[in-house]
């Protein structure tokens, strides 16, 4: 699949600024930056860097007062691995590589040890691992509501189990909530998403299944095999698409994502979808 993303982003700055953005798609077996343009309308010091472990592409810029004009376009192609769900089992923790078993423990976000004892009672009987995963999905789904501006950036995935309603990032923090509940290494997904409306940047989680990561998406809002990856972590404090070191402000960024290669859109898979090679 290929699509073209491209991100517009406006800051008036007040004050020197160090901005760190982390806007860029991910390189890797499964999905291929085949071409990309990043500027600046004024110039500028910048820098960039892929930390190893993630695969997350970071860009600092220094920014002085007045107003910046920050655009992305890429051209990305995407070559998810499609299975059986019911073929995609849980790993024995004991089987786990260790670089994944830290995705096993609470984290700012998302308190596994205050959901524990729900998660069991409600899916440990799942047997299938994708399976369980997509009833956690599922049971986000049909108990916690949508809704725009219902949190802020310290919800916790307990804070949402708790009012049943968020947003995006607030769904997948508590899927990766449960998921680690019950002893499924779980994490944070950042993404240029298809078919999402309003376009924005869109988060999900995945969830390490038979040897590899597999993407899931509790809202429903976009096809996870439609979904170019631009970052990962722990949960959202690890994969913000901008931070910054000073004092700037400005409109709503735009988001745009379309499918280029022009194949026939049918409905949504549910097969299970990773975009990682292990």
């Known amino acids: 699949m290929r699509f073209s993303v491209s991100c517009d982003i406006q800051y008036d700055v007040v004050e020197d600024t160090t901005l760190i953005l982390n806007i860029e798609p991910q390189h890797g ?14 110039g500028g010091a910048s820098d960039s860097h892929v930390v190893p472990e993630t695969g997350n592409r970071y860009r600092r810029l220094q920014l002085s007062p007045g107003q910046h004009q920050i655009s992305y376009r890429a051209e990305v192609e995407t070559r998810p691995l499609i299975a059986d769900p019911a073929e995609v089992a849980e ?13 096993l423990s609470p984290s ?6 205050k959901l524990g004892r729900f998660a069991w009672r409600r899916f440990a009987d ?23 501006g219902s949190s802020d950036v310290s919800t916790s995935a307990y804070d949402t189990f708790t009012l049943r309603a968020g947003v995006c990032r607030d769904f997948a923090h508590l899927g990766i909530t449960f998921a680690r509940a019950l002893g499924i290494p779980a994490r944070f997904v950042s993404a240029y998403a ?38 990962t972590g722990r949960d959202a404090a690890d994969t913000a698409f901008a931070t910054y070191f000073g004092q700037l402000g400005g409109p709503p960024k735009q988001i745009t994502v379309r499918r280029l290669d022009r194949q ?3 409905d949504w898979t549910v097969s299970a979808v990773s975009l990682v090679s292990s």
Do not use: M
């Not at 077996?29 to 004024?42: A, C, G, M, N």
């Open 29 to 42: 077996e499964r999905q291929e930056v085949l071409d990309e343009q990043f500027s600046v309308s004024t």
């Open 91 to 103: 790993v024995p923790i004991a089987a786990l590589p260790f670089d994944v078993i830290t995705h």
């Open 108 to 113: 700012r976000y998302c308190q596994s040890d």
């Open 126 to 148: 799942i047997v299938g691992g994708h399976e369980k995963v997509t009833a956690i999905c599922n049971w986000i789904f049909e108990n916690v509501d949508y809704l725009e």
């Open 194 to 231: 298809l078919d999402l409306a309003p376009q924005d940047f869109h988060a999900l989680f995945e969830a390490y299944l038979g040897g590899r990561w597999y993407l899931f998406d509790a809202t429903r809002l976009c096809p996870v095999d439609g979904v170019v990856r631009i970052a």
């Open 264 to 266: 026939p859109r049918g």
